[in-house]
């Protein structure tokens, strides 16, 4: 006769719910969230820059290249928050553990991963927005730092995440 110990583990039934509600709060306190991330790009400008940086929380606005020929404030509005990438791997993680108990674990690794990555991403953006502004002046920097560039780094940084998630998740 065998014995079969079950590895304890956290009730999935408990993270699908947690899972959800961090969602919910993404949604719902989305300007704490752009706050916090904007203090970070703020935090990143402040140790790369030679010029001034000064976030101003209650606009979810950093201003950069303070003293410099081409200052300018960004403000991190709802469209451009990694919470758009975020969000739906939370929600999406939460479905795969609803489905597949036992590949909880995995699944919050990867959602970790994944979710850092997306805010590392988003990170890189904004550096790369402030390097073009810096380079090219105001109006250009910014047409190719936001429109152009600046999508296709969220774009293929999303992608990358998805890809990493899923398979850091499904992985045996």
């Known amino acids: 006769m065998t014995l079969a110990l079950r590895r304890a583990t956290f009730p999935s039934r408990v993270t699908v719910v ?39 929380p209650d606009r979810q606005t950093v ?42 674990s995995r699944v919050l690794f990867a959602l970790g991963v994944a979710g850092f990555a997306v805010v590392v991403v988003n990170q890189f953006r904004v550096l790369t927005l402030v390097g073009l502004v810096n380079w090219l002046g105001v109006d250009t920097g910014y047409y190719w730092g936001h429109t152009l560039l600046g999508s296709m780094v969220s774009v293929f940084g999303g992608a990358a995440a998805l890809v990493a998630f899923v398979w850091l998740a499904t992985r045996k």
């Open 18 to 56: 947690v899972l959800l509600a961090v969602a919910a709060g993404l949604v719902f306190a989305h300007r704490l969230y752009r706050t916090a991330e904007i203090s970070l790009s703020g935090a990143v400008l402040s140790v790369i820059s030679s010029y001034g940086v000064h976030v101003v």
């Open 63 to 104: 201003y950069f290249g303070l003293g410099s020929d081409t200052p300018l404030g960004l403000r991190m509005t709802p469209e451009c928050t990694s919470a758009f990438l975020v969000l739906p791997l939370i929600v999406v993680g939460a479905v795969m553990i609803a489905l597949r108990p036992r590949i909880q």
